[in-house]
């Protein structure tokens, strides 16, 4: 199944971006949205998903884009770039608003079917990755965890690694209707990607 996409991945568009909710596109179809820190590699995944390297902006300036950003594989798939989050620079007040931002669209949005939390696999889930991963898992939010950046990994200890962190997963939260998979990522290489978009297809229309 993997090897045959029924997506046209490659003509995936961008909708528009929008902070608030009155200015978001109509809800249509399937939506999967992607949440994690700035600089993590969210643009890249997005841009590898769908095979098109100028489809997001793949931002130099962190922590700049401001808003959700909307992309359309097909009227029953839309991806949904969060705002990154953890940067310092940030002061209190954007923080809350960022959380308030996110919060109203995964609590309030009829379509949301999947997020994805990108991390970065050296590093593991940060403390801010674990709140996130904890409010969904609170939420009852479906959430994968995607180990973003897999080509960094040192190919002697890849296994052990990724290992331990698999560990991780299941602890805390474990929940039979929402499994935390994972998957290992490489924007750059490619590897992941089509499991990926195959995970993400069988989600579309639903
Ligand atoms: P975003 O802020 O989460 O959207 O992150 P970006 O997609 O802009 O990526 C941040 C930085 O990480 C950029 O310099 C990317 O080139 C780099 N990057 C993203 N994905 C990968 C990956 O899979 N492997 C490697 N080596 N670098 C990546």
Request: charged share 25%; with cysteine; aromatic share 6%.
């Amino acid at each position: 199944m993997a090897s045959s996409p029924r997506l046209a991945w490659n003509r995936a568009k961008f909708l528009g971006a929008a902070q608030d909710a009155a200015a978001w596109p109509r809800p249509q179809g399937a939506e999967v949205a992607l949440a994690g820190r700035s600089n993590v590699g969210k643009s890249s995944l997005l841009n590898a998903l769908a095979g098109n390297s100028r489809l997001a902006r793949v931002s130099k300036a962190p922590g700049c884009t401001r808003g959700l950003l909307f992309f359309q594989v097909s009227p029953g798939l839309t991806l949904v770039d969060l705002p990154g989050y953890g940067f310092a620079r940030r002061s209190k007040a954007e923080r809350d608003s960022w959380r308030e931002g996110i919060e109203e669209y995964i609590e309030g949005r009829p379509n949301l079917r999947l997020i994805l939390v990108v991390l970065d696999a050296r590093l593991g889930p940060t403390e801010l990755d674990r709140d996130l991963l904890e409010y969904l898992a609170h939420r009852q939010v479906p959430s994968l965890a995607v180990l973003g950046k897999a080509d960094q990994l040192q190919p002697s200890r890849r296994r052990t690694h990724l290992e331990s962190l698999g560990k991780l997963f299941p602890q805390g939260h474990p929940s039979k209707e929402h499994p935390r998979d994972l998957f290992v990522l490489s924007s750059k290489t490619g590897e992941g990607v089509v499991a990926l978009r195959a995970r993400l297809e069988a989600l579309a229309g639903s």
